[in-house]
């Protein structure tokens, strides 16, 4: 134990000092850490949220972060609205996925292709996934396996490069 203390001491000094294995050393355990709990979330998310049946308000894309002078440059993400009774109590959720994925005006496509992951019924209702202790919390898209392994792979990139660059 004392030695992991004395190596993680050490790539914070590395850090500190500006040194490249420091900074990487600490940028993998940061994308790790992240990643690691949003797979979690999303693991919860599949195999533990309760499906309802919602209205879907409006749905289609958006402007992400401030209007820019060239539209070009401008990126987009998904907007939806949507409506839900859980015990009695009516709610709106605005989150279609576990991901927030950002496009630029040329790839807005991408984004749209997301709604196929909607479940649709005949009379216009739609599926909600909610959290079953906080029914605020919901989504239009569950997370499916893909998804998690997606995320756990990004999680380990960074680890990967650090321990073929500084360990092998």
Aim: glycine share 8%.
């Amino acid at each position: 134990m004392g030695e992991v203390v004395a190596y993680l001491q050490g790539m914070f000094e590395l850090a500190r000092a500006g040194q490249e294995q420091g900074v990487l050393f600490w940028i993998a355990v940061y994308v790790a850490v992240v990643c690691a709990v949003s797979a979690l979330r999303q693991w919860r998310a599949a195999t533990g949220w309760v499906k309802t049946r919602g209205r879907l308000i409006e749905k289609g894309t958006g402007e992400f972060g401030a209007s820019l002078a060239d539209p070009s440059m401008q990126k987009y993400q998904l907007k939806a609205l949507y409506s839900y009774v859980v015990d009695g109590r009516q709610y709106f959720g605005r989150k279609v996925s576990a991901w927030t994925m950002i496009a630029s005006k040329n790839a807005r496509f991408l984004l749209e292709r997301q709604y196929r992951g909607i479940e649709l019924f005949e009379d216009g209702t739609v599926s909600v996934y909610y959290h079953p202790a906080r029914p605020e919390k919901s989504l239009l898209i569950l997370p499916g396996l893909r998804s998690l392994l997606f995320t756990l792979t990004v999680g380990m990139l960074p680890a990967a490069y650090y321990v073929s660059r500084f360990v092998l």
